[in-house]
């Protein structure tokens, strides 16, 4: 096995303005990300298990779920391999008793399986050092967004104090 990176599924956020989905995944306790452009309805099926939506039929990663238990295999782990032309490659690794397989998967196939049997995440770091980027910390974000609203509701009325005293470093 190749020297590999634990991550975390972030989610699937739409690129815009083509609205092509992304599969984001995170280096975990990083601040690497590695964005996987996939296909929409990969993107509903991951989805909808990473928010923990059973549809009222199985979709076909649930189907190749109940199948991989019914057959009493195992999925131990999904790892990200590389980058080539511009395709992103997977491996999805089984293990059946002592036997262990690695079948070859598209990313948004292998994460959504993963994704369903709670198998962890991990991506070469080869692959990351190539293809991970850095995108600034959502808390960040999110401090900046609560910031704007708190500063779109406040009136300069709101500091005016009847013991106010003007002092060093006040304008009044």
Do not use: C
């Amino acid at each position: 096995m190749t020297d590999s990176v634990p991550m975390d599924l972030v989610g699937i956020r739409i690129e815009l303005p083509t609205n092509t989905p992304i599969l984001l995944l995170r280096e975990h306790g990083g601040e690497r990300y590695l964005p996987i452009w996939i296909n929409t309805p990969e993107a509903t099926a991951i989805a909808l298990a990473h928010d923990g939506i059973q549809p009222e039929r199985p979709l076909t990663h649930d189907l190749l779920t109940t199948l991989i238990e019914e057959l009493g295999a195992k999925v131990d782990e999904v790892v990200v391999t590389e980058l080539r032309g511009g395709t992103f490659y997977a491996d999805l690794r089984l293990s059946v008793g002592d036997d262990v397989h690695t079948i070859s998967s598209r990313p948004s196939d292998a994460v959504a399986i993963a994704v369903r049997t709670d198998a962890p995440l991990f991506a070469s770091r080869e692959l990351l050092d190539e293809a991970g980027v850095r995108i600034r910390d959502q808390e960040d974000e999110e401090e900046i967004e609560r910031f704007r609203e708190f500063l779109d509701r406040i009136d300069p009325g709101d500091f005016e104090s009847d013991d106010f005293e003007p002092g060093p470093g006040n304008d009044s």
